[in-house]
């Protein structure tokens, strides 16, 4: 069985402070953007859009199914979000993007990410798939949802957040609460 090798450079602005990392990206076919969290019914740039400019609707490009690219990656440069995913490169087990259906070959070497911008000290992980790599990358414990645990060896607190998969069962507005507590909890 192939394996896919992952699409994206990791988006490391300067100053980062907190790091996103997901599991692995769609299919190319589901992108409507070559950015983190491409898929159009992934609610990750409506929950920061909730957050940050209280409308879900404000990385979306106005009648389509698409979102700003340019803004979304200018917006993550003034915040100091950083963005990259827990696997290198994966094995999909079924032709679909499910965690659950996500073999990892390799594993992102996240303590060379971070080295890669040390003023981060919040690393959050945005579903299931890739809370577990960090817990086995790290040797930790996996925090609850929307909870967080020190990793010493890499001098970050690890928060475990609600995936933003439209399959995962919580409404938008729910997810943005835990979210926007997130961003309060590391000013």
Not at 37 to 66: Q, S, T, V
Not at 72 to 98: H, P, S
Request: hydrophobic share 40%; net charge positive; charged share 25%.
């Amino acid at each position: 069985m192939k394996t896919e090798k992952h699409p994206f450079e990791p988006f490391l602005p300067e100053g980062a402070k907190m790091l996103f990392l997901g599991s692995f990206p769609p299919q190319e076919h589901r992108w409507c953007m070559s950015f983190y969290y491409p898929n159009w019914i992934n609610d990750f740039w409506r929950i920061m859009g909730l957050i940050f400019h209280a409308d879900k609707n404000h990385f979306c490009i106005p009648g389509e199914k698409r979102f700003d690219e340019a803004v979304i990656r200018a917006f993550c440069q003034k915040e100091g979000l950083a963005f990259y995913d827990t696997a290198c490169e994966v094995r999909r087990l079924k032709d679909n993007a499910a965690d659950a259906f996500l073999e990892v070959v390799k594993p992102t070497d996240v303590a060379a990410l971070l080295r890669q911008i040390p003023e981060c000290r919040t690393l959050v992980t945005t579903g299931q798939k890739a809370t577990e790599v960090i817990a086995e990358t790290f040797g930790c414990q996996v925090p609850p949802v929307s909870g967080s645990i020190r990793l010493e060896k890499v001098d970050v607190t690890f928060w475990r957040m609600p995936s933003t998969s439209r399959a995962y069962p919580l409404a938008l507005e729910k997810k943005a609460e835990a979210y926007r507590k997130l961003f309060e909890q590391t000013k």
